[in-house]
């Protein structure tokens, strides 16, 4: 009885949280299977907990404990970047201790974080002495019980993402709809449901890309680390947007999958050209769900007309796991942090500057037809006091490090000006920055696609989405390469 009772507790006081915490938008669903959804992921949530003490109280409040957590931190996100929290989320925690500096979050050292971890173990260990365990006398049954519960639960996972119950719940959710799912029942549910349904999903396998004759002998395409027109910030105007809208021949905003963050999105719609709706639920984090594993990626694309394909970034390989992804995707070369260790450093990443040198510097070596993709890393958030010297407002330091930006597009179009060459240049996302909350232009960025050494129309603004980008560089990469058409003088 000791465990019911318990059970209800946290049932009714994980409910009160997200409905007084404001988990969701919109109110409880009422209808009986959303209710049960709900209220059978608080019950797993406990199960789970009870698994390490076997005391149903001590399970009951941190089930209790997550549920409050999970709200919190979800508020939190949507305020920074608009969107609560997703399972894929969690794959990311692996990062945090590795890379601290990319993230808000004091170091584990801190006291604001060091304490309550400390006063957390502190009274687990004091409620293990006070709390009977539930375990059954003698040793045997106690230790079939304690491996018999985990064992069932994940039985019970394994069963959801095959077989009949893997169908009820891709009937349940056919697709993402994170707003709308965290509303019917409840974030914890949600983030169960979508963790479950994104392994099961099968997705259709583009087929690989046919090889034809290269285009362009130099494809450069950089990804701009939080790059938006600093005008649109109230900043002062840079010269390098000057240069794009006299000297692109196409330009204009790009619609990306997140606003402040979510880099992946954004470079797997490029490089891909698959449109977010395409990806299931591996949309959160298309690195997650496929690896890389993309036939018909740009690089492939490239590979297969006999080009030579680098990656160029200039932070550790091992941060969302990029040089494994990037290799996968079809990457010959990959030049990372290792290989800036001697490039000077503005605040605490390596120049845009220097990066365009040693872009230039890899064009200039090359032995064939060459596709160059990289990324920038030195405007690249949080924008913290102490990072510059003489600048702690956040907004400063961000428009001196994009107006390196500026200076890096600058000497790129001067250096690739004497090349029969394509330079592509595009925002990753927005910056999560206060003065440039969730909603501000919808999400868009600012992209430039330069040709040189060949006739070309323009400039013209044809405002596009990052996967409708990744498609129109498809064309650079052979012969017949035609313009693009576009319905209207803004859209593609």
Sequence with gaps: MSFLAALVCALALAAAIEAWGGAARAPFSRRPGDVALRFGAYALLTLFWFCFSWRPWLAANSTVTTVAALVLISRAKR????????????????????????????????????????????????????????????????????????????????????????????????RPDLEADIARIGLPATLIAYALRRPAETAPAAPPAEPALPGDPVVVVIQLESFIDPERLGGPPLPAMDLIRSRAAEYGRLRVPAHGAYTMRSEHAVLTGASPDALGFGLYDPY??????????????????????????????????????????GFDRLVMGEDFADAPRIGPYVGDVALGERVLAEVRARRGPLFLFSVTMENHGPWKPGRLPGLDDPLAQYLHHVANTGRMIEALVAGLAGERATLCVFGDHAPALPTCRPGFGETSTDYALFRFGAPAAGPRRIDRTADALGRRLRATLHADMTPPVASSPTQA
């Design 288 to 329: 997650l769900a496929r690896g890389g594993d993309e036939p018909a990626s740009l690089p492939r694309r490239a590979a297969a007309n006999g080009y030579e394909t680098l990656f160029v970034h200039p932070f550790h390989r091992d941060f969302f796991q990029r040089a494994r992804v990037m290799e996968r995707f």
């Design 79 to 174: 305020g920074v970047i608009g969107e609560p929290l997703v399972f894929s989320d969690f794959a990311l925690l692996p990062q945090v201790p590795r890379h601290p500096q990319l993230y808000y979050i004091p170091p584990v050292t801190s006291p604001r974080v060091a304490g309550p971890v400390l006063a957390a173990v502190a009274g687990i260990a004091l409620w293990y002495g006070l709390e009977p365990s539930l375990l059954p006398a003698g040793a045997a049954r106690s230790l079939a019980a304690i491996l018999a519960l985990p064992l069932g639960l994940a039985a019970l996972a394994a069963a959801a993402m095959r077989g009949p119950l893997a169908r009820a719940l891709a009937r349940r959710f056919p």
